[in-house]
C-alpha cells in the first residue's frame, strides 16, 4: 500500500533551504508507480546542452534489489531503507539523438526544418569524430538533473541524499549498465527519519570573485 503524498504549492526559497541530506529513512514508506513517475517528470525539465538530454534513470524499487546494492554502496544503510534509489546515468552519446528530439522540435513547431538539419550535421560532425569530447558535457547535464530531481522531491515532502561512495564499475556489473551509460550518483529517495546533520556553507564572499582573477 502505498503512502501518497500530496504535492502541495511549495515555495521555492523554503525548499532550498529546507533540503538537506539524510542517511536515514523509514523502510516502511513506499512509493506509488505514478508518483516515481511524478518526481522523474519533474527532473527532466532539466536544462542540458544543446537540449540533448543524456541523462537515463535506473530505478531501484525492488527489495532484492537494493540489498544487492547494499555491498556496492558500501554497506550504507539508506539504499536499503528509502523507497527507491534513483541512479542517475550518462549517456555519452548522447549526441546521436539529436535527430530524434529536433525532430520532435519541427514536429511542434518550435524550430524550422532547414535550421534542425544544419545544426544536427554540426553536431554529428563536431562529436561525432571525437566522441570523448561529449563525457564532461553528458556528467555536467547529469549533475543538474540530478539536483532538480532533488529539489522536486523536498517540494513533495520527500528527503534525499546524493551518493557518490559506491563502487561504480561493480555497479555496472552487477545491474548490467550498458556502455554508454556512464553512473554519476546514486540518489536513494523517501521519508526521512530523525534530524539532518547540521552542516555550514562558505559565504558569498569567500567563493565569489568579481570581473576577473
Not at 520532435?104 to 526544418?113: H, Q, S
Amino acid at each position: 500500500m502505498s503512502n501518497e503524498v500530496e504535492v502541495k504549492k511549495a515555495d521555492f526559497f523554503e525548499v532550498i533551504r529546507e533540503r538537506h541530506s539524510f542517511r536515514s529513512y523509514d523502510p516502511s514508506y513506499k512509493m506509488s508507480e505514478e508518483e516515481i513517475r511524478s518526481l522523474l517528470e519533474d527532473a527532466i525539465l532539466s536544462p542540458s546542452s544543446s537540449n540533448l538530454q543524456p541523462w537515463r534513470f535506473l530505478v531501484i524499487q525492488d527489495q532484492a534489489s537494493k540489498e544487492k546494492l547494499l555491498p556496492i554502496a558500501n554497506n550504507q544503510q539508506q539504499v536499503v531503507q528509502a523507497s527507491i534509489v534513483v541512479a542517475v546515468l550518462a549517456d555519452l552519446e548522447g549526441f546521436k539523438q539529436a535527430e530524434l528530439i529536433y525532430g520532435r522540435t519541427v514536429d511542434n513547431g518550435y524550430m524550422p526544418e532547414e535550421m534542425v538539419k544544419a545544426y544536427t550535421a554540426r553536431l554529428a560532425g563536431f562529436y561525432g569524430e571525437q566522441p570523448e569530447r561529449y563525457h564532461n558535457t553528458a556528467l555536467i547535464d547529469g549533475g543538474l538533473i540530478s539536483m532538480q530531481l532533488m529539489l522536486a522531491a523536498k517540494a513533495r515532502g520527500l528527503d534525499t541524499v546524493p551518493m557518490g561512495g559506491y563502487d561504480a564499475d561493480k555497479f555496472v556489473e552487477a545491474f548490467n549498465v550498458p556502455a554508454n551509460l556512464k553512473p554519476v550518483m546514486l540518489i536513494p529517495v523517501g521519508k526521512a527519519v530523525g534530524e539532518a546533520r547540521k552542516s555550514v556553507r562558505l559565504s558569498v564572499d569567500e567563493v565569489t570573485t568579481w570581473e576577473s582573477f
